[in-house]
């Protein structure tokens, strides 16, 4: 599998300011998500990261809240703007489309770990 | 620590014993299937798939069984290890789709 990497691997921000989060693929893959994850809860998708167009947001989430970026095959940024404590969560992108293993098969990074004050 | 899995369903196995995580899914069409491990402070680990073409398949001390007729997918591991400690995700694949869906997740918690 690739190695997949975060920054920042973790932060403390206060309320109202926004973060830019990282995602670094060591090779090419077709797809890149990105996915919340709250205190002792599930994975939810909050969007699909499309190479040279505008992300693919799921149902309750916006763009205007967490813009996304993919200006290559190996790179992606979220932000969370103007965030509130409701905001602290994980934040973790996972590929898919690895060069040999299976179609659907994604692979996550080791995820941001985000408190707002 | 981080709070992941504080709020899951927990089982607990005395170390060499075998373990058995459940998860039921909801769509018919989900035609692929994915177990994810993550232990504290990392994100998912991909454990083992399944296709919906597949009923069993089997990897290292690990083997995913797929019941279609009742929607459940199941993760045995054979002689479990402390290091199996984690929370384990199932997650479902519908057709033609790149979405993940994730289940709950259950704590696995190993005694020695």
């Known amino acids: 599998s690739a190695v997949i990497s975060q920054k920042p691997s973790r932060d403390i921000c206060q309320r109202g300011t926004s973060l830019t989060i990282q995602c670094q693929v060591d090779?090419?893959?077709?797809?890149m998500f990105w996915y919340r994850q709250q205190p002792g809860q599930s994975l939810t998708l909050i969007a699909t990261?499309?190479?040279?167009?505008?992300?693919?947001?799921e149902s309750g989430f916006v763009i205007d809240k967490f813009p996304i970026s993919r200006p290559n095959l190996t790179f992606s940024t979220l932000t969370v703007s103007n965030m509130s404590p409701e905001d602290s969560s994980i934040y973790l992108c996972?590929?898919?489309?690895?060069?040999?293993?299976?179609?659907?098969?994604?692979?996550f990074g080791p995820g941001t770990r985000l408190l707002v004050l | 620590g981080e709070s992941v899995g504080l709020h899951l369903p927990t089982l607990s196995v005395q170390e060499g014993d075998n373990s058995i995580i459940n998860c039921a899914y909801s769509?018919?069409?989900?035609?692929?299937f994915i177990w994810y491990k993550q232990e504290s402070g990392k994100g998912p680990q991909f454990i083992i798939d399944?296709?919906?073409?597949?009923d069993k398949r089997q990897g290292q001390r690990v083997t995913v069984l797929l019941n279609k007729t009742v929607k459940h997918l199941s993760l045995q591991i054979a002689a479990t290890q402390p290091g199996d400690s984690a929370v384990y995700f199932c997650?479902?694949?519908?057709?033609?789709?790149?979405?993940?869906?994730f289940g709950s997740g259950t704590r696995l918690l190993v005694r020695p």
């Open positions: 399944i296709r919906s073409n597949m």
């Open positions: 090779s090419q893959v077709t797809m």
């Open positions: 769509n018919s069409a989900s035609d692929y």
């Open positions: 990261a499309n190479q040279g167009s505008e992300a693919t947001y």
């Open positions: 997650a479902e694949s519908r057709d033609s789709s790149y979405k993940l869906i």
């Open positions: 996972s590929v898919e489309g690895l060069a040999g293993g299976p179609r659907e098969t994604q692979y």
